[in-house]
């Protein structure tokens, strides 16, 4: 499969629908993609299937604030970087890349950096969604753990976290994001492309691609059924956003925690008051103060008369919005990681709601 110019829009629309209100502003990755395929550079997605079982696969990504990012522009070599770093420590060529997360900037722009780069590029990523933490990576909730990975920032530092626990990585990570302005690129230890499908998410740019061009085939303002069929998923509530609350949240790892919030907003239909708890993402819905939705299923935020997708820190009181649930990537209904996304991963005392 190749991404064509034509594609952009759709595939920008379906990674922001699976940031689950999180993942960052997909406007400059988008621009950076379509610029390219217009150029006549098409990328090439392969079903891990397709990639030789012992090709190398790096995952790649952007970390750290991605509102920085859109700020403090790449210099162009911040990749090129991270993935040499990760392969002189290695030991190991890349023969293709990977996101580590679908949902957001990062479902756009490895592709981007695959094409540059001259690499293949797998149908995969490491979250399936939009997630906050390096330690609540696929590869992390496997066991296989995220060491060594390498980050390299638009000032030019590159660094090689070469060992360690997934929580020291993801603290020694955000050390170093809090000291180089904000944001780097990230990339970890090749995958064996024939292990991608133990602890990887499979299928993800192409389902994100077949999401946005259902999204965008339903039009502006679709009724609720054109909604849902679209997203195969369901609308929880149509109404306008009353209040929106935030404050600091709880640390991870010894790190000052993500800010959460809480957004309230009365359903047309029936009056009833659907209240969110945020995050970086959307992780609970309570319809009249009884769970009727949470992450590992992804809960989106979309702009009533356009269908874009709101984000976390982008939703304010007075917008006519729907809030919509698509149901989570296969991988994190697995008993064995399902932890790792729950709502207690986040520090909500709640059970997981509405999995199979």
Not at 21 to 36: E, I, M, S, W, Y
Not at 264 to 293: F, S, W
Not at 313 to 321: L, N, Q
Request: glycine share 14%.
């Amino acid at each position: 499969m190749r991404i064509t110019a034509g594609d952009v829009a759709a595939l920008e629309r379906g990674v922001a629908l699976l940031g689950s209100g999180g993942g960052g502003d997909t406007v400059t990755a988008a621009v950076l993609l379509r610029r390219l395929t217009e150029g006549g550079r098409e990328p090439e997605v392969s079903a891990i299937g397709e990639l030789a079982p012992d090709a190398r696969v790096v995952p790649v990504g952007v970390v750290g604030a991605t509102a920085a990012f859109t700020e403090k522009l790449p210099g162009g070599d911040e990749f090129a970087a991270a993935v040499a770093a990760v392969e002189r420590w290695t030991g190991e060529r890349a023969d293709a890349l990977m996101s580590i997360e679908i949902g957001g900037l990062n479902g756009l722009l490895p592709l981007v950096v695959a094409e540059q780069l001259g690499l293949a590029y797998a149908d995969a990523d490491l979250s399936g969604r939009g997630l906050p933490r390096l330690d609540q990576f696929s590869v992390a909730a496997t066991g296989r753990g995220i060491a060594p990975a390498a980050l390299a920032e638009p000032g030019g530092q590159v660094v090689v976290l070469a060992a360690g626990s997934d929580a020291v990585i993801e603290r020694g990570t955000r050390a170093f994001l809090a000291g180089s302005g904000g944001w780097a690129a990230f990339a970890l230890a090749p995958l064996p492309a024939g292990e991608l499908a133990a602890c990887a998410v499979p299928g993800t740019t192409s389902g994100a691609l077949a999401l946005g061009r259902r999204v965008l085939a339903a039009g502006e303002s679709p009724g609720r059924a054109a909604l849902e069929a679209a997203l195969a998923g369901s609308v929880l509530a149509r109404g306008r956003v009353l209040e929106v609350t935030r404050h600091v949240g709880p640390g991870q790892h010894g790190s000052p925690g993500f800010g959460r919030g809480s957004v309230t907003l009365a359903d047309h239909r029936d009056g009833a008051l659907l209240r969110l708890e945020m995050e970086n993402e959307y992780l609970l819905a309570l319809r009249d103060g009884a769970p009727v939705a949470s992450t590992p299923d992804v809960l989106s935020v979309l702009d009533h008369r356009t269908g874009v997708p709101v984000s976390c820190d982008a939703i304010r009181a007075g917008v006519e919005v729907d809030v919509v649930r698509l149901a989570a990537a296969p991988f994190w209904t697995d008993p064995r990681w399902l932890p790792v996304v729950r709502p207690r991963a986040y520090g909500i005392d709640c059970d997981p709601v509405g999995l199979p």
